[in-house]
């Protein structure tokens, strides 16, 4: 099977930002609380004309033009989301439709919450692979907001909008079993965390933090040391770690336990807050624009979240020539 590796990376958020100070006026809640808490500072929130498509459009939009790949020679398009616009058409048919991107390839939405942009690129080496296409759009986006009790204190401050979009590319490589595309995915079917369906009269995010917080410090270790066995590495090996930004608390946490090197792990929750399916390369954007990308790096990404669902996978950063 081809193995798959990154060659670009793009992303948006809204222009509205809302910081701690501006949630305590409006719930009982304060800076110190959160930022203790949580590591988080502020958050982005869509406004009028703000969505997921128009997010999602975006994002996918810069990678494929810093790629330099023809858009003709998109292979699938998969998308990472909880909160689309719609039910249906997917987010994934709209950034196809933007864009200008072939009709005969899959393009599909994956619903697996904060895992689901690893779950994504599962699929998308999976489609590229039957298909016989070589290069996916693969996308995390989501506007959370919308699925906020605002009323709620323990939830609504955690969480943000935003989204992130990677240009992938499906290659051979039997010189280097080492950098070969491998993932670890999991989930068990459980309540922590739910948002209630189409049709019902209100869906709202509700969630079990302590449950949550456990759930997420026992499979972040587990799901990072997988990834390494299947790839056949060790952790000085690893450039980064990218695990979604749900809590500095949780990373921390994970660091400690696993003696690891804190640096890999980039973190930005700060400004951005927890954006689920987004998050990572939401992470990847920001890496990439501030230059902490370089071509041949080792990536280890790591998902966890509702379902509860968790999803590792390590990749190369190819990179182009900018
Ligand atoms: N401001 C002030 N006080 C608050 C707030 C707030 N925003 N929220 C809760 N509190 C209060 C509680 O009411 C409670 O008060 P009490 O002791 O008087 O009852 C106290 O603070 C402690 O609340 P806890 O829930 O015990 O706080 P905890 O230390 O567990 O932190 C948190 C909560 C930050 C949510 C933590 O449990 C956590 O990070 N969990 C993981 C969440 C996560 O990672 N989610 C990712 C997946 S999301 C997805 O998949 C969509």
């Keep these: 099977m081809r193995s798959l590796r990154i060659l670009s990376c793009g992303g948006a958020h809204p222009k509205r930002m809302v910081t701690n100070d501006d949630l305590a006026k409006i719930v009982d809640t304060s800076d110190e609380w959160i930022t203790t808490r949580t590591g988080i500072k502020s958050r982005y929130f869509c406004s009028e004309g703000e969505t997921a498509n128009s997010m999602a459009i975006e994002a996918a939009s810069v990678a494929l033009k810093r790629s330099g790949v023809d858009p003709a020679e998109i292979g699938c398009i998969v998308t990472a989301t909880i909160s689309g616009d719609y039910a249906t058409p997917s987010i994934s048919c709209m950034i196809q439709k933007e864009l200008g991107l072939p009709e005969e390839i899959p393009v599909l939405d994956v619903s697996a919450a904060c895992s689901g942009f690893i779950y994504a690129l599962e699929v998308a080496r999976g489609l590229l692979e039957s298909t016989g296409g070589r290069y996916a759009l693969v996308t995390g986006c989501e506007q959370l907001s919308k699925l906020l009790d605002m009323t709620d204190r323990s939830t609504c401050v955690l969480f943000g909008d935003g989204a992130g979009s990677c240009l992938v590319e499906a290659f051979e490589d039997e010189q280097s079993e080492q950098k070969k ?76 336990k696993m003696k690891a090197p804190a640096e890999k792990f980039y973190m930005n929750l700060d400004h951005y807050g927890n954006t689920s399916g987004a998050s990572i390369p939401m992470a990847l954007n920001e890496m990439y624009e501030q230059g902490l990308l370089i071509p041949g790096q080792n990536l280890i990404l790591v998902g966890f979240g509702a379902g509860l669902t968790w999803g590792g996978a390590f990749l190369t950063y190819k990179g182009v020539d900018r």
Excluded: Y
């Design 181 to 256: 595309f491998v993932t670890s995915l999991g989930a068990k079917g459980d309540m922590a965390i739910t948002a209630e369906g189409v049709g019902t009269a209100k869906t709202r995010i509700q969630m079990d933090g302590k449950e949550v917080f456990r759930f997420a410090v026992s499979t972040i270790p587990k799901c990072i040391q997988d990834v390494l066995e299947k790839s056949n590495q060790v952790i000085d090996e690893i450039d980064w770690i990218v695990c979604h930004q749900a809590n500095a608390r949780i990373i921390e946490h994970c660091i400690k």
